[in-house]
């Protein structure tokens, strides 16, 4: 049963990290190297943690260079023998996604709510309705949204994903921090060619993916709207879903949050993997 389930049993344990000091740069070489949007930090030479880095932190801090200015320090983390249920508990209570697993003062793995996700609940156990789980206040920007508003929309609501909708109130996409790091060679080139000349800014090398910062290095986004970039992978659910199916689709879309919709496609609500670990705590 999943009750006797510990950390250990579904951590990443050939954990990526970074080191402190270092830059900007050199972390998001690794963030793109190996695909992962968040990153321990350890003291340099040890497995000492001494913070956690995300994409969103860059988002937030556009203006630091150093590791240690932009990642959170003394980030929460867990036993790799503590219960699933226990980490469930502190990423709902904490509202977070990741928990650096430390035994003996050491880094050993990482847990992530996409883990719990995808390499439990998707197993045939879990045949609960999504119903009760299910985010009834629905955060949805217009597909015409400029890049630069949706953003500033997730930065004050901190979500990580925004629905997308049109002007027939259909559901067309998601929008993401991942959609804007994916898409960063678009918003680079809309601004290289017409405000290089005139206005010394400093570029952030994301290899070819490369956002630019202008002027103050205030983060500057297109105006452009969202739907350019924005993920149209949409698959939706109903209340009657079970989670493990639901687990099961956010996994093969590779994505945090699925639409819910009634028996006549009615959007009535949204229902992310942050919702479903929630069933761990009943």
Known sequence: MYEKLCV??????????????????????????????????????????????????????????QTALVMMRNPLHISPSSSIKDAAHLFVKHNIRYLPVIDQDELVGIITISDIVYKLLTNGMFNYPIRE??????????DATPINVAWKIMELSKVPTLLVI???????????ISDIF????????????????????????????????????????????ISEIMSRKVNVVREETPINQCAKKMRDLDTHLLPVVDINGNLIGVISDFNLIQFLLK
């Open 166 to 176: 049109n002007t027939r109130l259909e559901v067309v996409g998601t929008f993401s």
């Open 133 to 142: 789980f299910v985010e009834r206040k629905v955060l949805a920007v217009w």
């Open 8 to 65: 250990k049993d579904l951590m990443t344990k050939n954990v990526i990290y970074c080191e402190v000091p270092s830059t900007r740069t050199e972390v998001l070489s690794i963030m793109k190297k190996h695909k992962v949007t968040c990153l321990p930090v350890v003291k340099k030479g040890t497995r000492k943690l001494v913070g956690l880095i995300t994409r969103f932190s860059f988002l937030e801090k556009p203006s630091e260079e």
């Open 182 to 225: 994916n898409h960063a060679d678009i918003i680079m080139s809309e601004y290289k060619s017409s405000l290089k000349a005139s206005v010394e800014g400093q570029e952030w090398d994301w290899d070819s993916l490369t956002i630019i910062y202008i002027g103050s290095k205030k983060l500057t986004l297109p105006e452009k709207p």
